[in-house]
């Protein structure tokens, strides 16, 4: 009874010894699985560290300037709706300290706990001198010769300007504005201007050699009081006089007037050296002709005064010595009214 007793007991604390075997080794098991699992279940993602130094090519500043290039697209996307303020301007520097960037967090804890903030970062806005080609274009336009300019003839390569001249755009829309011609020195000065960059100021380029300009020249000689036809003139390339209109006249528009001087063939063509035809003259006979619904009257009356097409004159009728006003519509050819 009692080796009965003692096998039973035996067996017994062998059982409890089993059992707690298997509960510290499921006690090791799950200490190695917490071990093992939660660094990548608990632990956050890593921050990422915002640049120190940024080139921005915008006018506006946001933090999607300040991220990496390798930041995941959706937190890129969050991070071109925060604004930071204004890009510095060319060749300046702006500093972002970490409260400024702080600050603009506070309404984005997400965003902020996903960046590393240096205490600095220094902005810089993208720039570029304006280069002798461009400025060769610009001229080009401004003389109408569609890229016939040889910059060598020019001296651009050595031309020096008073300070570099920085664009922040691949294309400023740069634009003559005014051009002088001194006789004197024989130079060209010609002022530009970065029209799609207003922020600058125009700047000066003079150039010592004798550059052509478009002009309006004569095709045949025009002797005093001749009127003038289209085949008259022509356009040509030739060196600009101080006093020269920077647009020449359109042919067109001197068609149908009278030349005021004798013009040469070559002569460059000003609109003062034509003036409107003459086509009443005070003391000559002249037709007035009055016409209405269902009459017509005709008869020759006197002008008073000078009348060139379209003007109101004063005539007087030979007869009666009456003054009245005749609308000039030709050579000799008046129009009045009842």
């Known amino acids: 009874m009692g080796s009965l007793l ?15 075997a298997l509960n510290a080794c499921r006690a090791l098991l799950f200490a190695i699985g917490v071990a093992a699992v939660s660094p990548r279940v608990l632990a956050a ?23 990496p290039p390798e930041a995941p697209a959706a937190l890129l996307a969050q991070a071109l709706r ?9 060749t ?7 409260e400024e960037i702080q600050n603009a967090l506070v309404d984005a804890p997400e965003l902020l706990a996903a960046v590393e903030i240096p205490d600095v970062i220094r902005v810089r806005r993208y720039h570029r001198a304006l280069t002798p080609t461009e400025l060769v274009a610009a001229l080009d336009a401004a003389l109408g010769r569609s890229g016939r300019l040889d910059p060598r003839s020019l001296g651009l390569d050595s031309l020096a300007l008073r300070a570099p001249v920085y664009v922040t755009t691949d294309d400023p829309g740069l634009q003559v504005t005014q051009i002088e011609f001194d006789s004197l020195h024989r130079r060209t000065t010609f ?19 004798r550059l052509k300009f478009p002009a309006l020249v004569a095709t045949r000689d025009l002797a005093p009081g001749e009127v003038a036809r289209a085949s008259d003139f022509a356009v040509a390339t030739r060196a600009r006089s101080e006093n020269a209109s920077l647009e020449p006249p359109a042919a067109a528009s001197l068609v149908g007037l009278e030349a005021r001087q004798p013009v040469r063939a070559g002569d460059v063509v000003e609109r003062s050296m034509f003036a409107p035809e003459l086509m009443a003259q005070p003391g000559l006979p002249a037709k007035l002709t009055i016409a209405g619904n269902g009459f017509r009257i005709e008869t020759t009356v006197i002008p008073l005064e000078r009348g060139y097409y379209g003007q109101q004159i004063r005539v007087r009728d030979p007869d009666t010595r009456r003054v009245m006003a005749a609308e000039v519509v030709g050579k000799g050819q008046l129009r009045g009214n009842l």
């Open 191 to 209: 002022r530009l201007w970065t029209s799609k960059e207003p922020q600058n100021l125009p700047f000066y380029i003079t150039l010592s050699s």
């Open 6 to 20: 003692g096998r039973r007991a035996g067996a017994g604390s062998g059982r409890g010894g089993n059992f707690r």
């Open 82 to 90: 925060i604004r930071l303020g204004s890009a510095p301007q060319a």
């Open 45 to 67: 993602p890593p921050r990422l560290r915002l640049l120190a130094d940024v080139e921005v090519r915008s006018h506006e500043i946001t933090l999607k300037d300040l991220l």
């Open 92 to 98: 300046r520097i702006r500093r972002l300290s970490k």
